[in-house]
């Protein structure tokens, strides 16, 4: 029987997310990767209890995490029933729809049927009776915005979600999603977007220093490029890495020798640090404290104990915040 830590508060640092009363923890742990119906259910379940002891509340999934699709939320639910039971108000779990789950035309995007059918169906893959917080998983170019904000504002409303969020909004699609729900009073707290090193479009765009202007919580997912951000790639690419085993958001003609001297040169900088690459570019993320939380995805617990080891360490001082942004400035 799993008994968590009892000193796995005493380390991680927890922000309030946007305007709210919800804190998250600097580091949070996304289930994309790892979890899904190929993968090694002991391996899942040591991920989940390090994490935890290591004071990381926030467990973030999807509808259609795997694979196959809503597999990860299955393997996750056995995990909250098998070891996670005791401390259910402790964690805040966070699931999300709007990419393609099932066939027909009521399977996708971001209807009022659609969001609501779907989060009863992984409602019911946990266990749970609710969710601390409930994603749009993105934009919907085709139904009025008005709808799918109602949608939220309703799921609160029956009890389904404490919080709900939006993921890979840009500014102005947030702007507007925000005024709709603000008018409505439902408890919107985050935008859930890409954000690293080598990408910048919330930076770009303006959307992260408006959501730290609005009360607007920001939890950044893909911190590590991929994998670019790591040494996983400074020798040649693994086959067991991610750009063999799946080559949709990373390919191979993506690592350029250009890329790997950036790569190398961030490394240096990290090492002056004290830090691996890895570490450094998560710290980077919350450097400002624009960013509410940064989610980490694994493969191992190994790993999670290192990238928990940057809290408390996300100062940079202004020669190295002007050299990362000489190196990646292209």
């Known amino acids: ?44 379940k040591a991920m989940c209890r390090t994490a935890f002891d290591l004071g990381i509340t926030h467990f973030d999934l999807a509808n259609n995490y795997g694979p196959e699709p809503g597999s990860a939320e299955e393997n996750f639910g056995r995990i909250l029933a098998d070891d996670f039971k005791a401390y259910r108000d402790e964690l805040v779990i966070s699931t999300k729809a709007g990419y ?39 934009p919907d170019p085709d139904t009025p915005l008005e709808e799918t904000m109602l949608a939220l504002d309703s ?23 925000v005024k709709i ?26 959307l992260k220093s408006w959501a730290a202007q609005n009360g607007v919580g920001i939890i950044a997912f893909c911190p590590l490029a991929q994998g ?36 190398r040169r961030l490394r240096d900088i990290a090492l002056g640090r004290g830090q691996s690459l890895a570490q450094m570019a998560l710290s980077w993320i919350l450097r400002d404290g624009e960013v509410t939380s940064v989610l980490i995805g694994a493969s191992r617990p190994s790993q999670i104990i290192e990238n928990v080891k940057i809290v408390g360490h996300t100062k940079f001082t202004e020669d190295e915040l002007a050299e990362i942004e000489q190196i990646c400035s292209r």
């Open 228 to 263: 670019l951000l790591t040494d996983k790639y400074l020798h040649g690419i693994p086959e067991d890495s991610r750009i063999k085993k799946d080559g949709r958001f990373l390919k191979e003609k993506d690592v350029t020798e250009e890329r790997l001297n950036e790569i």
């Open 100 to 138: 393609d789950m099932w066939p027909g035309p009521y399977g996708n995007w971001g209807s009022r049927k659609y969001l609501t059918a779907s989060l009863d169906q992984s409602l019911k893959r946990m266990g749970l009776d609710y969710v601390d917080i409930f994603y749009h998983h993105r």
């Open 155 to 177: 799921i609160v409303k029956a009890g389904k979600a404490l919080y709900v969020g939006i993921s890979n909004y840009n500014k102005e699609q947030t702007e507007k999603a």
């Open 1 to 44: 029987m799993y008994i968590a830590n009892e000193k796995r508060y005493d380390n991680m640092e927890y922000f309030r997310c946007g305007n709210s009363g919800l804190k998250l923890p600097a580091v949070s742990l996304g289930l994309w990767h790892n979890f899904g119906s190929n993968g090694n259910f002991d391996n899942m």
């Open 181 to 206: 729900l603000r008018e409505l009073k439902t408890p919107f707290i985050i935008n859930q977007r890409k954000y690293s090193l080598f990408e910048r479009n919330i930076e770009q765009d303006g």
